[in-house]
Structure formats: structure tokens, C-alpha cells
Nanobody, 116 residues
Framework: QVHLMESGGGLVRPGGSLRLSCTVSGRSIYTLTAMGWYRQGPGKQRELAATITSGGSTNYADSVKGRFTISRDGAKNTVYLQMNSLKPEDTAVYYC?????????WGVGTQVTVSS
């Protein structure tokens, strides 16, 4: 019913920037309860990076606050994660998540590698 497609991952140098995109099909992003970005680094558990509710409220993990920005484009039905001042510890597979009340949807993930 709801399908998520991530894109924008890649290799960047420390201090660089990258913008991830999550395009949603099957439902308007404005009808979803919330959307977010999770990440899972090597040898680590999956953690929440950023979320945005249907009303536009945002929340960030302390580790990314001030560096990452989650936003959305209704015309493209897409949610973005702008990542600035990237650090090696940001290296992870980033997953797009969508919540619809009790239902949860996930993309397949996109790899972000921060290395010199």
C-alpha cells in the first residue's frame, strides 16, 4: 500500500554534505502520521536520526542536532534529510520510515559513507 524509495547515499569526505531523498508512493506524505530517518552503523543498533510529523513538527537525535535537517516537498511527495558537517561516525545505512497509526513502512536503505 505504501512504498518508500530512498536515494542520495554515497561517499563523502568529513565535513561534507549530502542530501537523502525518500519518495513515497501509494499515499500522500501529508496523510501519514509521521515520517523519519533511521540509521544503522557498523556494529551498532538502528537508531532514530530525525522525524517529522504530518503537522510539520520535527525531532532530532542529539548526535545530529544542528547538522541534519529533515524536510518535505508535497509536490514531489518526498521527504529529505539534509546532512551537513558530516563525520565518520555518521557512516551508516540510512532507512526511510513512514508511520500510519499502527502501521509502519520501511525503505530498503541507502548507504552513507563518510571517509577521507
Amino acid at each position: 500500500q505504501v512504498h518508500l524509495m530512498e536515494s542520495g547515499g554515497g561517499l563523502v569526505r568529513p565535513g561534507g554534505s549530502l542530501r537523502l531523498s525518500c519518495t513515497v508512493s501509494g499515499r500522500s506524505i501529508y496523510t501519514l502520521t509521521a515520517m523519519g530517518w533511521y540509521r544503522q552503523g557498523p556494529g551498532k543498533q538502528r537508531e532514530l536520526a530525525a522525524t517529522i510529523t504530518s503537522g510539520g513538527s520535527t525531532n532530532y537525535a542529539d548526535s545530529v542536532k544542528g547538522r541534519f535537517t529533515i524536510s518535505r516537498d508535497g509536490a514531489k511527495n518526498t521527504v529529505y534529510l539534509q546532512m551537513n558537517s558530516l563525520k565518520p561516525e555518521d557512516t551508516a545505512v540510512y532507512y526511510c520510515n513512514a508511520d500510519l497509526f499502527l502501521d509502519h513502512y520501511w525503505g530498503v536503505g541507502t548507504q552513507v559513507t563518510v571517509s577521507s
